[in-house]
């Protein structure tokens, strides 16, 4: 058990359709980063979160955007689905930015794409 | 732009040998991790590595890290089904950001 939870564990969504994954960051944790792993192969950065801001961001379109909440948990959004959207959905989080501490991973959202 | 090299990328071996896997990266960093990924789940943090000479170990698997190679290998010692697995090997690009080699799809034959 990492600490790191993400809701839902699993989705179906049809393409076009909007979709919301969740993930609640360990305890005293102010960053959190996301991650997309498609089949088989290694898990992509997506982008980060420091404190509410975005900071940093992998090469994903617009229509993949976040949120950083108060409390430092974390909302990935994804517009208009497409096919190749469909993969795990992985969240991390730690003490960033000059942090000494190690990212934990949450369990992932595995998002399917019909 | 920080690239992360793994080899190889599927490994089939034999109950009892030993093997490496090797992880080169492309620019310097401050942290290499090993991560193990069992089918549709997620990771499963084995090592932080943090400074050039480092070497960790747990059970049969040993990690080491040569920063000025840009090289990290996990070392395999009398190989157990139990350890088939996907094995990660990921560079902390700056603050967390983490770049995943490609994984290495080890499968112990008994």
């Known amino acids: 058990e990492t600490g790191v939870t993400q809701s839902p564990t699993h989705l179906i969504k049809t393409r076009g359709q909007q979709v919301t994954l969740r993930c609640s960051s360990q305890?005293?944790?102010?960053?959190v980063s996301w991650y997309q792993q498609a089949l088989g192969q290694g898990p992509q950065f997506i982008f980060q979160?420091?404190?509410?801001?975005?900071?940093g961001r992998g090469n994903f379109p617009p229509r993949f955007s976040g949120l950083q909440f108060p409390n430092y948990s974390s909302e990935l959004n994804v517009n208009a689905l497409e096919l190749d959207d469909s993969a795990l959905y992985l969240c991390?989080?730690?003490?960033?930015?000059?942090?000494?501490?190690?990212?934990?991973f949450g369990q992932g959202t595995r998002l399917t794409v019909v | 732009e920080l690239k992360v090299e793994q080899n190889p990328l599927f490994l089939s071996m034999q109950e009892g040998k030993n093997y490496t896997i090797y992880c080169n990266y492309s620019t310097t960093s401050d942290r290499l991790y090993w991560y193990r990924q069992d089918p549709g789940k997620s990771l499963e943090s084995l090592f932080v590595l943090l400074s050039n000479g480092a070497v960790k170990q747990e059970g049969r698997l040993m990690a080491s890290l040569d920063t000025k190679a840009r090289l990290s290998t996990l070392h395999i010692t009398a190989a157990v089904h139990d350890l088939s697995a996907t094995y990660f090997c990921a560079v902390d690009m700056s603050d967390d950001k983490i770049i995943f080699g490609k994984g290495t799809r080890l499968h112990i034959l008994p």
């Open positions: 305890s005293g944790h102010n960053t």
């Open positions: 991390a989080s730690s003490l960033g930015t000059g942090g000494n501490t190690e990212a934990f």
């Open positions: 979160y420091y404190r509410e801001e975005e900071n």
